[in-house]
């Protein structure tokens, strides 16, 4: 079994009206895309987590948090946390605190959490692959 942790911003802490929010995106899409996303890695036996942030300044002790209560193969970083206008100081943050606490870990970028076992197969695939890091069933884009 290897372990994937999502890390994103809380659904509702989006404004989905913004120039970089996929047309229709809602925070009740948006949550059933995580969950889609979940159900996808354990029907493969793969175990993901979601650590979802706010802009309120606690995101790094979220992240670091769960990254001291698991060891993470991967970890993917959510589309919203990555937009440099409205969020870069949380990018960084987040980026050391996984750093700190997780430097074995495969890092993997979503634009939307449907994109997640297909990330992580990208990132897993290769070396990764050799090392045992990616499950049997995992595709390999």
Known sequence: MKTFLIVGLDSHAIDFS???VPPGMTAERLSAQIEETRRQFAEQGDRADVCSVKFDGAAERQVSDQLSRMKYDCIMIGGGIRQPDESIELFEKIINAIH??????ALAFLKLPKDGV?????VLSG???RAGLLSPSSPVV
Do not use: S, T
């Not at 297909?118 to 990208?122: G, K, V």
């Open 100 to 105: 700190q606490h997780a430097p074995d870990a």
């Open 18 to 20: 913004g120039p970089n």
């Open 127 to 129: 070396d990764f692959k």
């Open 118 to 122: 297909a990330a992580a197969a990208r």
